[in-house]
């Protein structure tokens, strides 16, 4: 069975610091999302990554792929209240013959950002 | 152009009644997935139309919940007759046709079944 366990579950910062959320399986997956959901609102996509030890950015976001494709983790620098918010990992669900489309989530890490 | 749109946005229902969800992909989105969240547990996944056909139910948890894809524009998913443990958001996405385009989330529907 596909695991994706995220920490921490939760999380409450001050504007204008650092923070790391994590996520990892111990099943290795051929590409890992991250989405962020707001209340009343679905989770929207903010990176697909594909490689092993892939790095993306995306303004103060930093997204990592492990090398062994079964862990990511994504980074927020000077966070600001406008990324308060549910960060959920995702990855494309697995049977015989292959990855296939539906989504694997994980567990979710809620982000408070007071300013 | 408009997003995924679901209907109701809530629903509140009582043990053994019929609730029928419905949503309307993004216009010329022929995959179209069902996921659910009930309290407390990540997002996990129902089923996946491809045009009006089932490509996988896997994640259907009982007979009681039926998902049909007329016509192959919208979807619905009735559940028949409801308990207690169906309380949870249902959240409806759809994609372009293609391995690696992304799915587009609709703002689900919460679902309380007393």
């Known amino acids: 069975t596909q695991l994706l366990e995220q920490s921490p579950q939760f999380l409450s910062i001050q504007e204008g610091e650092n923070l790391t959320v994590y996520c990892n399986s111990s099943s290795v997956f051929s590409s890992l999302q991250w989405y962020r959901q707001e209340p009343g609102e679905g989770p929207v996509l903010l990176v697909t990554v594909v490689t092993g030890g892939e790095v993306k950015k995306l303004k103060r976001l930093t997204f990592q792929f492990g090398d062994a494709r079964k862990d990511s983790s994504l980074h927020i620098t000077a966070a600001q209240p406008g990324d308060t918010g549910l960060y959920l990992c995702a990855g494309p669900g697995f049977r015989r013959g292959g990855a296939t489309n539906k989504l694997i989530f994980g567990t979710g890490t809620l982000l408070a950002v007071q300013p | 152009e408009a997003g995924v749109t679901q209907f109701p946005s809530h629903s509140v229902i009582e043990k053994g009644q019929t609730v029928t969800l419905r949503c309307d992909p993004i216009s010329g989105h022929d995959n179209l997935y069902w996921y659910r969240r009930v309290m407390g547990k990540e997002i996990k996944f129902l089923l996946h139309f491809v045009k009006e056909s089932k490509q996988d139910e896997s994640g259907m948890p009982n007979n009681r919940f039926l998902a049909e894809r007329t016509g192959g524009t919208y979807s619905t998913l009735k559940v028949q007759p409801a308990e207690l443990e169906d309380s949870g958001v249902y959240f409806c996405?759809?994609?372009?046709?293609?391995?690696?385009?992304?799915?587009?989330f609709g703002p689900g529907t919460r679902l309380t079944v007393l």
């Open positions: 996405a759809s994609r372009l046709a293609g391995l690696y385009n992304e799915q587009f």
